[in-house]
Structures are given as C-alpha cells and as structure tokens.
C-alpha cells in the first residue's frame, strides 16, 4: 500500500502504473530498461515466490508436528 501511494506522490515518471512497477521491481530494472513485458513478468515472479515461501512455512509447521508426536512417544 506505501508503494502505490507513493508512486502516486513522488512520480519517476508520468505513468502511475509504471511507476508502481518500477518502484516494486527495482532490483529488475536496475539492470534492463522498463518495458510491460518485463513489468509483468517480475509481478508473476513475486507472486510464484509467496506462493513457494507460504508453502515452505506450512511444510516446516507439519514436520514440527510430526516430530514433536515422535518425541512425545
């Protein structure tokens, strides 16, 4: 939420889409120039490793379990 109001109210540029993505991706486009297909790609990046982090938490969270069971035997 504090990116997109500040990419509202301290503009890079005139595009306030562009400048969410720029702001959210910098680490990418550090590097490579700001183009959509990029800006797209390193949201559906973001959003694959939230997926992958939540994933290994619940994992961590069942082999917790699985074990303390064990120790409890």
């Not at 702001?23 to 990046?45: C, D, E, R």
């Amino acid at each position: 939420l504090s990116n997109i109001h500040y990419a509202n109210y301290c503009p890079q540029t005139e595009d306030p889409i562009e400048n969410f993505f720029i702001i959210t991706n910098q680490h990418l486009f550090m590097i490579f120039p700001y183009s959509v297909p990029l800006a797209i790609w390193g949201k559906v990046q973001n959003i694959l490793c939230t997926f992958i982090w939540n994933y290994m938490d619940v994992f961590v969270m069942i082999v917790s379990i699985g074990l303390a069971a064990k120790f409890r035997q």
